[in-house]
């Protein structure tokens, strides 16, 4: 077994080594390659598929933005709380809307659909009330429990300004 190797022997021995070191070097070159183009290619779809995200729940909201302050517009024109009531329970608003409300600065209180609010219920207390009424604008509020389901909501207000009346709708998250 310990035979020595011819010169021709060695020659091919070492060129043989030289070839499989090459491949192997080769091959972990192209999985760098092949991983980097990988994860630029991944970061490249998620950013596309963030930006169509952020972009339909723009669209959603500015919709339902959008019909909370038509709600505003109609309610800045005299009516009955009759007509008012009728305002508030169009089909496209409940359809739209877990709830859709009006509270006036002297604390009363209309949603549709109808709900029963606690005794001591207050809209001036409420954040959708009093962060429309410190903008004087259409304002999102940040996640809170809701009085009646005690289910996490977002709401979308807007201040009619003639009547001081804010117009709201509430939205499940």
Not at 43 to 68: C, F, H, M, P, Y
Request: with cysteine; glycine share 6%; net charge neutral.
């Amino acid at each position: 077994m310990t035979r020595t190797l011819k010169f021709s022997h060695k020659i091919l021995l070492a060129a043989s080594l030289i070839v499989i070191a090459a491949f192997t070097s080769f091959t972990f070159y192209n999985d760098y390659l092949q991983r980097n183009a990988l994860r630029a290619q991944l970061k490249e779809n998620l950013n596309q598929t963030g930006d169509s995200t952020a972009g339909n729940i723009r669209n959603w909201l500015s919709g339902r933005i959008l019909l909370v302050e038509n709600l505003a517009e109609n309610a800045a024109v005299p009516q009955s709380s009759e007509a008012q009531n009728i305002a508030l329970g169009q089909p496209t608003l409940l359809s739209t809307f877990m709830s859709i409300y009006v509270g006036k600065k002297d604390g009363s209180f209309s949603t549709q659909p109808p709900d029963d609010m606690p005794g001591d219920y207050d809209p001036r207390t409420r954040p959708w009330y009093t962060g429309a009424i410190a903008a004087g604008k259409t304002t999102l509020t940040e996640p809170y429990l809701d009085a009646v389901t005690k289910g996490l909501i977002v709401t979308i207000a807007n201040l009619s300004n003639p009547r001081r009346e804010c117009q709201a709708s509430s939205v499940e998250i």
